[in-house]
C-alpha cells in the first residue's frame, strides 16, 4: 500500500526520524498509527468495567478504610527499606 504524505507530514517524520525518535518514517507511521488506533479503541470504551471498582471505593470510603497521603507515604518507605535490608 503506498501513502502519500503532505509536505508538512514528512517534515515532521523526518525531523523525529534525525532526532533519534524512530528508527524510519516508515516505523515511524505504523507506530503512530497503531497509537492513534489504541486512542479510538480507548474512546469508544463507556468504563462500564470501571463502576464496580468505583463503588468499591466509595464504600470503602463510607467505611472510614483511608489513610492520609502522608501514612502512604511512610507505609511505602518502610516497605522499600524493607526491602533494601
Do not use: C, Y
Amino acid at each position: 500500500m503506498a501513502i502519500t504524505l503532505t509536505p508538512d507530514q514528512e517534515a515532521w517524520l523526518q525531523a523525529h526520524v534525525a532526532t533519534g525518535d524512530f528508527p524510519s518514517i516508515e516505523e515511524a507511521a505504523r507506530q503512530l498509527i497503531d497509537e492513534r488506533i489504541v486512542e479510538r479503541e480507548l474512546e469508544k470504551d463507556d468504563l462500564a468495567w470501571a463502576k464496580p471498582l468505583v463503588e468499591e471505593g466509595l464504600a470503602a470510603l463510607d467505611r472510614g478504610e483511608i489513610i492520609s497521603l502522608e501514612e502512604h507515604k511512610a507505609r511505602n518507605a518502610a516497605r522499600l527499606a524493607a526491602l533494601k535490608g
